[in-house]
């Protein structure tokens, strides 16, 4: 700790599920102005959660609602990340439960993230707005060390959905499953999957599977984070909303379910929204206090 003070209370929230075993586990830190980064780190570590959120005073003119404007940092157990979607989920319903719903906003280190909370029937749900974003070539060798990493045959993928970078706060490889059993076999090479990541500077691999027109299932190998597989990932969903419309894969007007967590016995459901005329992508999904 930085100063004598005791230390900060460490709520544990999941998002994407209005169930404590469901979705995606993050910590959540509601005052950390007593922490450096190396408090911060050692407690995500200490959790071993994909991520934890920590909350500090509003950096000065952050644009939102008096009492609702937060800075915010996350960090995996091994290192901080830009943004991440769940823990921003899950942050934004810790506070709904003190302050009530209403319009959230965060200055995140990838850029300023509105979130708009509701309560329905004891349910909170939380939807936030991302950051700018877009989608980019990924190298054909780049490619190659991916699927040699995940051990998937290029034949695997399906063929409608071009593999690319996607950005919607932070940086997610999109591969797309021919299959759902496809999806459901990951078994990948940790070490190898890791560097490759850390060269591109990517977060997580999006890996999906279409079901149907507006509802997919998908997986999120995230070693760079150790963490084998993320749960649920928010920041993921907005990348892969934006590539989706990038390739008129679904319509400028769209509301998309994405299915995760089933695989690894934490069924999560996150609700993407897509916007004709706004390149942002809207995130939403409930979430519950752990414990």
């Known amino acids: 700790m930085t100063t004598n ?15 404590p075993a469901g979705g995606n586990p993050a910590g959540v830190v509601l005052d950390a102005t007593g922490l450096d980064d190396g408090d911060m780190l050692a407690i995500a570590a200490e959790l ?24 915010i940092r996350y960090f995996s157990p091994k290192a901080e990340v830009p943004f991440c979607g769940h823990a921003t989920v899950a942050t934004a319903v810790a506070l709904a439960e003190r302050i009530g ?19 329905e029937g004891g349910t909170i749900r939380a939807t936030l707005t991302s950051v700018e974003p877009h989608v980019e070539e990924i190298a054909g060798a780049d490619l190659a060390e991916a699927l040699a990493a995940l ?5 695997d993928l399906d063929p ?3 593999p690319r970078v996607a950005f919607a706060g932070a940086r ?22 890791e560097a490759l990541m850390h060269r591109l500077d990517l977060t997580t691999v999006q890996l999906v599977w279409r079901e149907s027109a507006t509802v997919f299932h998908v997986r999120d190998p995230f070693p760079v984070g150790g963490v084998v597989e993320d749960p649920a990932t928010g920041a993921a969903a907005a990348a892969f909303g934006a590539y989706a419309r ?17 695989d690894l016995g934490r069924p999560g459901e996150l609700t993407v929204t897509l916007r004709a005329g706004d390149s942002r992508v809207r995130v939403g999904g409930a979430g519950a206090r752990i414990g």
């Open 5 to 19: 003070a005791p230390r900060p209370e460490v709520l544990r929230y999941t998002a994407f599920s209005s169930d």
């Open 160 to 162: 409608a959905f071009p």
């Open 48 to 71: 071993d959660y994909s991520e934890s959120a920590f909350l500090t005073a509003p950096p000065e003119g952050l644009d939102g609602p008096e009492g609702r404007a937060y800075g």
């Open 172 to 193: 997610h490889l999109v591969l797309a499953a021919a299959t759902r059993t496809r999806l459901a076999d990951l078994a990948y090479d940790f070490a190898r999957l």
């Open 246 to 262: 990038e390739f008129g894969l679904v319509p400028e007007d769209a509301v998309l379910t994405l299915h995760q967590g089933e």
């Open 151 to 155: 051990d998937w045959p290029a034949t």
């Open 101 to 119: 719903p209403g319009e959230l906003v965060f200055s995140t280190p990838a850029g300023t993230v509105p979130v708009e909370v509701t309560e």
